[in-house]
């Protein structure tokens, strides 16, 4: 059973900084991609980075040369340096990767973590 782990959140300041962490446990094939998603009270959930097996990136506009996602496969992680931080960057954080089970594409699942509260506050 594959599971997704988070940690790194907490209160921070604005203008700040905090690292993000997912590590996936369990038994798999490969992770095609990672991706941090974030919801605010009130609000819809909404992709903030994702980082795939190629290491091609994308990013919200509202994160864009303030966050960074990075991976570590040997570790079967990823990351998000979260600097320069907003009150409105406050959100539960949330990890997903799809995961190839086996070998072949009809085992890719998707997996979420159970999130992480990112609090930006004076």
């Known amino acids: 059973q594959v599971q997704l782990v988070e940690s790194g959140g907490g209160l921070v300041q604005p203008g700040g900084s905090l690292r993000l962490s997912c590590a996936a446990s369990?038994?798999?094939?490969?992770?095609?991609?990672m991706t941090w998603y974030r919801q605010a009270p009130g609000k819809q959930r909404e992709l903030v980075a994702s980082?795939?097996?190629?290491?091609?990136?994308n990013y919200a506009d509202s994160v864009k040369g303030r966050f960074t996602i990075s991976r570590d496969i040997a570790k079967n992680a990823v990351y998000l340096q979260m600097n320069s931080l907003k009150p409105e960057d406050t959100a539960v954080y949330y990890c997903n990767a799809i995961i190839y089970i086996s070998n072949g594409p009809r085992s890719r699942n998707t997996y979420w973590g159970q999130g992480t509260q990112v609090t930006v506050s004076s």
């Open positions: 369990g038994t798999f094939f490969s992770i095609y991609a």
């Open positions: 980082i795939t097996s190629g290491s091609s990136t």
